[in-house]
């Protein structure tokens, strides 16, 4: 999850995603994960019980849930950004729970009494056949659906052109080639333009354009810690990470984009 920081109001993590319901690869998704250096994680696996089996992603090892996670049984793809509350009445629940629920329920089956636990965020489930952004402020849960076409979540919400960093990737993200996923192919091979952007185009760390970010925050480095690329097809999933962000000779296939 990305961290809300003393010196940013703008909180970081950004996500990319190109939802085309009519194609062989319907969800084409990026995720790109900013968090202090120091808190544990582990790298994509089946961590979770037998509640979350079909589950895949990277844990949260503080508290346990997940940034994004994949649902390798119907193919499915869930991730969260924290967000400025208006106000945190009781944030006694880890936002790394969602991604989890919402791929188990594919919805956010959440009373009032039970989203109050948790501080604000914005949480985005996507499936071949349909894509759909919650956002909760402390006060209000809003659901709203992701039109077909190129989009970046952002901690302020859906295609923010007043934020430096959208203002500055959406037109590059809407410009790139089409891109399949398909079986065998490298990571580039699959991904194409996609990871030259996701390399952050040079711009420096403390841009507030920048992609990859590399801050000191209350004494404390705060950075861009990995980047997942998600492709979703009729009844087949790839998933593609990298731990050393910047570095693309290091993406590591985690699922392969052969037929379920």
């Not at 990305?2 to 996500?15: E, G, S």
């Not at 089956?109 to 501080?119: G, I, K, S």
């Not at 760390?205 to 000191?216: F, G, I, M, S, T």
């Amino acid at each position: 999850m990305c961290r809300d920081t003393a010196r940013q109001t703008v909180l970081v993590c950004t996500v990319f995603v190109d939802f085309a319901p009519h194609a062989p690869w319907p969800v084409r998704l990026a995720g790109v994960r900013d968090e202090f250096v120091e808190r544990a994680w582990s790298p994509p696996a089946f961590h979770w019980n037998a509640a979350y089996a079909p589950l895949i992603g990277g844990r949260d090892d503080v508290a346990g849930g997940t940034w994004l996670a994949v649902d390798t049984g119907a193919p499915a793809v869930a991730v969260v950004l924290n967000r400025p509350a208006a106000v945190v009445t009781d944030p006694s629940a880890t936002r790394g729970d969602l991604p989890l629920l919402a791929l188990r329920e594919r919805d956010l089956p959440l009373a009032p009494a039970e989203l109050r636990r948790y501080a604000g965020f914005y949480l985005l489930l996507a499936t071949p056949e349909r894509a759909v952004l919650w956002g909760w402020d402390g006060r209000v849960l809003r659901e709203e659906p992701v039109p077909p076409g190129r989009h970046m979540v952002v901690s302020t919400g859906l295609d923010d052109l007043e934020h430096p960093r959208v203002g500055h990737f959406l037109p590059r993200l809407r410009a790139l080639p089409d891109v399949s996923p398909t079986p065998g192919l490298t990571v580039r091979g699959a991904w194409g333009e996609w990871i030259d952007m996701l390399g952050g185009e040079g711009i420096p760390a403390n841009d507030p354009r920048a992609l990859l970010v590399d801050l000191e925050v209350a004494g404390h480095r705060y950075g861009t810690g990995s980047i997942s690329l998600v492709g979703l097809g009729a009844g087949a999933v790839r998933y593609d990470f990298l731990a050393s962000p910047g570095d693309p000779e290091v993406w590591q296939e985690v699922l392969p984009s052969t037929p379920r």
